[in-house]
T-cell receptor, first 116, second 109 residues
Framework: DAGVIQSPRHEVTEMGQEVTLRCKPI?????LFWYRQTMMRGLELLIY????????DSGMPEDRFSAKMPNASFSTLKIQPSEPRDSAVYFC??????????????FGEGSRLTVL | RKEVEQDPGPFNVPEGATVAFNCTYS??????FFWYRQDCRKEPKLLMS???SGNEDGRFTAQLNRASQYISLLIRDSKLSDSATYLC??????????FGAGTTVTVRA
């Protein structure tokens, strides 16, 4: 089975440009999460969806960030305009139901964003 | 105060050694606990859950102390392939997992 698929794997852009990150969750998983990882702050939850509906976006840093999930197999995280402090690895993760006792999240390989 | 705190390490150990490290969590209502492993420039992956009575998975032993609010991971007979960052993870509710910043372990030949 394919895992969580993210694109692009690497993105280098200039400050002020729009960035769109994409994610395809594992088929059948009804929870989708966007995380950001930096050396300083570790893994931070930005937003999560349940059955394509955004449930909690309290982790989204500011209005420059937006996320959508138009259907069960696709989600985007958009940053507009991008700033150098947005440089990080952005992970998408998915899970079936509440994850049961294992609480296992399945992560994509991440999108490494560098904003110059 | 961070929800989950870990000693960042690094722990540098020779092959065959035992290495152990802890993490502490701040929310006493935390429901479940896990260790995830993250290799350099890769995504985190679940290593093992942590149960109240303690549990083993091969060379890995996890312990939970709810009274003191800490979790531990012990690796016996370390292998070169155990070199990674180990993330302590606490489940606060049905959806929210809080990740520690990770403990780096380097096993040398």
């Amino acid at each position: 089975d394919a895992g969580v698929i993210q694109s692009p794997r690497h993105e280098v852009t200039e400050m002020g440009q729009e960035v769109t990150l994409r994610c395809k969750p594992i088929s059948g998983h009804d929870y989708l999460f966007w995380y950001r990882q930096t050396m300083m702050r570790g893994l931070e939850l930005l937003i999560y969806f349940n059955n394509n509906v955004p449930i909690d976006d309290s982790g989204m840093p500011e209005d420059r960030f937006s996320a959508k999930m138009p259907n069960a197999s696709f989600s985007t995280l958009k940053i507009q305009p991008s700033e150098p402090r947005d440089s990080a690895v952005y992970f998408c993760a998915s899970r079936a139901g509440t994850g049961g006792r294992t609480g296992e999240l399945f992560f994509g390989e991440g999108s490494r964003l560098t904003v110059l | 105060r961070k929800e989950v705190e870990q000693d960042p390490g690094p722990f540098n150990v020779p092959e065959g050694a035992t290495v152990a490290f802890n993490c502490t969590y701040s929310n006493s209502a935390s429901q479940s606990f896990f260790w995830y492993r993250q290799d350099c420039r890769k995504e985190p992956k679940l290593l093992m859950s942590v149960y109240s009575s303690g549990n083993e998975d091969g060379r890995f032993t996890a312990q939970l102390n709810r009274a003191s609010q800490y979790i531990s991971l012990l690796i016996r007979d370390s292998k070169l392939s155990d070199s990674a960052t180990y993330l302590c993870v606490v489940r606060l509710n049905d959806y929210k997992l809080s990740f520690g910043a990770g403990t780096t372990v380097t096993v040398r030949a």
